[in-house]
């Protein structure tokens, strides 16, 4: 079991760039892929990006690709989201989730709180 706190949302201009991170719990953080997930008001959750355990592969959503970069660290026990040049469609609740390398919600086991992200225009 492992269990995760997201930190590093807030308020930013369009633009600018954000970076948040996902630390998790226990030792078992690294047999673990890991995804951002994100939901705006009034939409359903949608697949930012996800890496795998070792960090070898990754995926990106098509809105999101050449602007989002995600990277671990497995002995800081903690996952990046290197969020560039940020639209007002951005905004959402960002939610870091471990599991297996999917894009579907369902194949994460465990979940972060959330952190709020808000693109101004």
């Known amino acids: 079991q492992v269990q995760l706190v997201e930190s590093g949302g807030g308020l930013v201009q369009a633009g600018g760039s954000l970076r948040l991170s996902c630390a998790g719990s226990?030792?078992?953080?690294?047999?673990?892929?890991m995804g951002w997930v994100r939901q705006a008001p009034a939409k359903e959750r949608e697949f930012v990006t996800a890496i795998t355990r070792g960090g070898g592969s990754t995926d990106y959503a098509d809105s999101v690709k050449g602007r989002f970069t995600i990277s671990r660290d497995n002995a800081k026990n903690t996952v990046y989201l290197q969020m560039n040049s940020l639209k007002p469609e951005d905004t959402a609740v960002y939610y870091c989730a471990a599991g297996a390398f999917s894009r579907r919600s369902s194949a994460y086991n465990y979940w972060g709180q959330g952190t709020q992200v808000t693109v101004s225009s």
């Open positions: 226990g030792r078992t953080f690294s047999t673990y892929d």
